[in-house]
C-alpha cells in the first residue's frame, strides 16, 4: 500500500496541478462547460484510486434518488473522497462549503462558477440568509441538488461527532426534501493520511425524507441514519 499510495499522489498532484493551471481562467467558462470539467477531474480521481489503490465502491438505493424535484442531499463526512464521488455521480451537485474554503485560490473559483455556497458559522443569521436566497435562485436556474455535511468536518468512523441542525432550517424553509446518505470511506481513505487502505466503501442512499416537523426530530432522524 506504500507504493500504491505514492503511485497515487504521483498522478493526483501532477493532474491536478495540470488540469487547474490549464483551466485556470475559469472566470471566462460558461457554467455548463464547467460542470463538465468538475465532472472530469472528479471521475478521473474515483477511477485513480480504483485502479491504482483498490479502493472501490458499491452503491445500495440508487432507487431512492429524486429523478424530477429539487433536494437537500444530506450525507456523514469521513474523508476527501464523498466530495470528489458526488460531483462524478450526481448530476451537477451544489454544496454548502465553509468559508474558509474561499481562500484557496483557482478551486474558489471553480467553486464560485459553479454556484456552490460558501456558510460564514460566525454569522448564523447572515448566513442562512444568504444561503436560503442563494438556493431559490439556483432552482429557478434548474439546480436540484444541494449537497450538505451536517457534521461540519470530517469525522473519524468510529467517531459520531455533533450534527449541526443547519439542514433542517433548509427544509424548513425552502420545502425540500431531504436526501439521506451514509457511507464508510473513512475506512479505506483514511483522512489525513498518506496510507490508503484497499477495500470497498459501501455507499448507502435511504428513502427520500418529505417532512421533519422540528429541529430536534430532523437531528435524531439522522443520527439514526449515520450511526446505526
Request: aromatic residues 18%.
Given at each position: 500500500m506504500?507504493?500504491?499510495?505514492l503511485?497515487?499522489?504521483?498522478?493526483?498532484?501532477?493532474?491536478?496541478?495540470?488540469?487547474?493551471?490549464?483551466?485556470?481562467?475559469?472566470?471566462f467558462?460558461?457554467?455548463?462547460?464547467?460542470v463538465?470539467l468538475s465532472?472530469?477531474?472528479?471521475?478521473?480521481?474515483?477511477?485513480?484510486s480504483k485502479?491504482?489503490?483498490?479502493?472501490?465502491?458499491?452503491?445500495?438505493?440508487k432507487?431512492n434518488?429524486?429523478?424530477?424535484?429539487p433536494?437537500?442531499?444530506?450525507s456523514?463526512?469521513?474523508?476527501?473522497?464523498?466530495?470528489?464521488?458526488?460531483?462524478s455521480?450526481f448530476n451537477?451537485?451544489?454544496?454548502?462549503?465553509?468559508?474558509?474554503?474561499?481562500?484557496?485560490?483557482i478551486?474558489s473559483?471553480?467553486?464560485?462558477r459553479l454556484?456552490?455556497?460558501?456558510v460564514d458559522?460566525?454569522?448564523?443569521?447572515?448566513s442562512?440568509?444568504?444561503?436560503?436566497?442563494s438556493?431559490?435562485?439556483?432552482?429557478?436556474?434548474?439546480?436540484?441538488?444541494?449537497?450538505?455535511?451536517?457534521?461540519?468536518?470530517?469525522v473519524?468512523?468510529?467517531?459520531?461527532?455533533?450534527?449541526?441542525?443547519?439542514?433542517?432550517?433548509?427544509?424548513k424553509?425552502?420545502?425540500?426534501?431531504?436526501?439521506?446518505?451514509r457511507?464508510?470511506?473513512g475506512?479505506?481513505?483514511?483522512?489525513?493520511?498518506?496510507?490508503?487502505r484497499?477495500?470497498?466503501?459501501?455507499v448507502?442512499?435511504f428513502p427520500?425524507?418529505?417532512?421533519?416537523?422540528?429541529?430536534?426530530?430532523a437531528?435524531?432522524?439522522?443520527?439514526?441514519y449515520f450511526?446505526?
Amino acid at each position: 500500500m506504500f507504493f500504491r499510495s505514492l503511485l497515487f499522489y504521483f498522478f493526483f498532484v501532477i493532474g491536478t496541478v495540470l488540469f487547474f493551471g490549464i483551466f485556470s481562467p475559469v472566470k471566462f467558462f460558461s457554467r455548463g462547460f464547467t460542470v463538465k470539467l468538475s465532472s472530469f477531474w472528479t471521475r478521473s480521481v474515483i477511477l485513480l484510486s480504483k485502479f491504482v489503490m483498490g479502493i472501490d465502491y458499491e452503491i445500495i438505493g440508487k432507487e431512492n434518488i429524486p429523478k424530477d424535484k429539487p433536494f437537500i442531499l444530506v450525507s456523514n463526512h469521513q474523508s476527501a473522497w464523498e466530495t470528489f464521488f458526488y460531483v462524478s455521480f450526481f448530476n451537477d451537485p451544489v454544496f454548502l462549503l465553509k468559508k474558509e474554503l474561499k481562500a484557496i485560490p483557482i478551486f474558489s473559483s471553480f467553486c464560485e462558477r459553479l454556484g456552490f455556497i460558501y456558510v460564514d458559522r460566525k454569522e448564523k443569521y447572515n448566513s442562512l440568509k444568504h444561503v436560503l436566497r442563494s438556493i431559490k435562485n439556483l432552482v429557478k436556474d434548474g439546480i436540484k441538488i444541494f449537497v450538505i455535511f451536517p457534521q461540519g468536518t470530517r469525522v473519524k468512523p468510529n467517531e459520531q461527532g455533533e450534527i449541526n441542525s443547519g439542514f433542517f432550517a433548509l427544509h424548513k424553509n425552502l420545502d425540500l426534501p431531504i436526501l439521506p446518505v451514509r457511507h464508510n470511506s473513512g475506512d479505506y481513505w483514511i483522512n489525513k493520511s498518506f496510507f490508503k487502505r484497499k477495500g470497498s466503501i459501501k455507499v448507502e442512499i435511504f428513502p427520500l425524507v418529505k417532512k421533519i416537523d422540528n429541529k430536534e426530530s430532523a437531528i435524531r432522524e439522522i443520527k439514526n441514519y449515520f450511526f446505526t
